[in-house]
């Protein structure tokens, strides 16, 4: 079967709500800075009751991903599952907007759509509390075979360790994957996922997968070590190919027994670090679906998750491919 | 009764929906940049399908200028009508999260929460469409007499001069507000509204404002003059206060035989023109509320539409009140 797609990715169906708060807030709701957490609906009720007034938009992490590949000129599909609300209509739409594959049937009769409360303290870091509501219903029937197997790369988040149901959908998806060739990749997505999910992470890494995106706490969380380069190097020991994201360090890729360091693009202010890990995976992969240098395609990571932490929202504002080109990148 | 707010407010209780568009966009789609025109549902689906990935955030026009009020450290009330859908729950969550009083029943069973659909060009100018929704209910029982009566400045939108049932809200509000010795303020809103309801609005404004804010096509509008200096002294003619807007070339203010000439505060870079007048009603009438030099008034108004201008969104971002002080202002 021809080619379709860049990439294909398997994700929570998630709208953010993003208010800025400040630490005390943090505290206040007992909130671990940087993390994500899963809520039930009253918790979120609860939560979004105490915060201050935000912007919605659509977001879930391989949904920022896709539309990034897609800024980037990349061709993406998506499955995630929202339901019939005022919500899901807006993540629908937003997914078409650019030309995302979208074709989920939304849940009716269930849970609402999934909704991330993101608090933005003024350094620009967000700390997340998801109500999975209708994303939790992503099931196998919901893998259409044709989108894996016409999609380079298929892009799975380790969020969706966390539903039960999506486990039987990575697995359908993983097989239909290795059965046409195409490449498997997925990003580690959360420390705390790693700490819950840690042994069956691993084995569907070491089993299925052929690249792996992480930041410097998951890899770490993973390997259950402080020492950076003792926990980069496990990784490196277990993929094909891997990217380590570290903020404002950069980036450290490593494939056919060579690792590149690879700077992070300056930013004159953060503003919102919401969506930095799926911008840099966005780049990653948009470069391997091209068969760019593995330099090359940190770089692209690097760019754009350089362009979406200068705003909030955890998706490109401008085109990345216009970005791209100015850097001589593609 | 002890005055517990400085504005109340009656508006259209809309969610906007503000997306990246060009020209061309404008073009095809039929729309005149800077206008406001009022769609039905499926107009609204129909543009809605053809616009870019949007962000969702409370608006309508009397709404954002409690918002500024609030901001400014004020004390504020808003009247209008939600759905009790889920864009209904985030516009009661974004008025409460910033301390408006906010108590209006939400409608059931009738038109969902209304949504403005505005396209922003590269050069930050708005052109909204607006479906008007459940706001088209609100109607003189939603009128809290205590709410009126208790405020120092009753805040209109010319808006709610298409909707009919909420003219009898006005006659309702204009009423208590008399009774009651408060101020009555209007905004006229739009060129467009000023033509459909010209002497309506005029008699409106001779009878019962004390305040009258507008810009300079909504005047020359008002008095059918492309001459500027004629349209603001027939307006000037009119009311007891009035300020004018005119973009970058900041606005002019008159009360008790004198003008006063405001410079538009410095910008870096105009993102989105959406709130301006809005913020800049806010700035104005907080400083009539507290008493302030009509001088004051307009820089209160000026810097507050400058702070709203430099990003997405109808509302401020920073607190007003903190901008306002270390201007000297307040």
Same mark, same amino acid.
């Given at each position: ?13 998630i709208?953010d709500v993003i208010a800025p708060c400040d630490d005390?807030f943090l505290?206040?709701?007992?909130l671990v800075k940087n993390s994500m957490q ?13 915060m201050a007034?935000g912007i919605?938009t659509?977001g879930?992490s391989?949904?920022n ?51 991330s409360l993101i608090n933005v303290t003024p350094d620009g870091h967000r700390t997340m509390c998801t ?47 290795? %059965? /046409? $060739?195409? #490449? ?5 997505s959360d =420390?705390?996922? @790693? ?5 069956? *992470? ?13 930041n410097?706490a ?29 903020g ?22 953060v503003v919102d670090t919401t969506g930095a890990g799926d911008q840099? %995976? /966005? $780049?990653? #992969? ?6 760019? =240098?593995?330099? @090359? ?5 690097? *760019?754009?998750a350089?362009?979406v932490i200068?705003h909030y929202g955890p998706r ?15």
């Open positions: 079967m021809p080619e379709l797609y860049d990439v294909a990715a398997i994700g929570n169906a709208v005390a505290a206040a709701q007992g899963l809520i039930d609906e009253g918790q979120a009720e609860e939560l979004y009751g105490h007034p919605e659509s879930g391989a949904g991903t896709v539309a990034g590949v897609a800024s980037f000129g990349g061709r993406a599909a998506f499955l995630g599952k929202v339901a019939d609300d005022q919500l899901g209509e807006v993540y629908e739409h937003d997914m078409k907007a650019i030309g995302v594959a979208f074709d989920s049937r939304p849940l009716t009769g269930g849970p609402r759509t999934a909704r109500f999975l509501g209708a994303s939790t219903e992503l099931g196998p029937d919901d893998i259409d075979p044709a989108m894996i197997e016409r999609s380079k790369i298929i892009f799975l988040e380790g969020y969706l360790f966390d539903p039960p149901e999506a486990r039987r959908a990575f697995a359908k998806a993983a097989g239909l994957s290795r %059965a /046409a $060739g195409r #490449l498997m990749s997925i990003t580690l =420390s705390f996922v @790693v700490e819950r999910h840690r042994d069956v *992470l691993l084995a569907f890494i070491e089993t299925e997968c052929d690249i792996v995106l992480a410097e998951e890899v770490k969380a993973m390997f259950q070590t402080d020492d950076f380069e003792a926990a980069s190097q496990a990784l490196i020991d277990r993929t094909r190919i891997c990217a380590i994201t570290r404002e360090a950069g980036s450290v890729v490593h494939a056919g027994g060579a690792s590149h360091v690879i700077p992070a693009y300056p930013v004159e202010k840099y %995976a /966005a $780049g990653f #992969l948009l470069g391997v679906a091209r068969g760019r =240098s593995m330099d @090359v395609c940190g770089r692209l990571g690097a *760019l754009a350089a362009e200068g490109p504002q401008v085109s990345l491919e216009a970005l791209a080109k100015a850097e001589g990148l593609i």
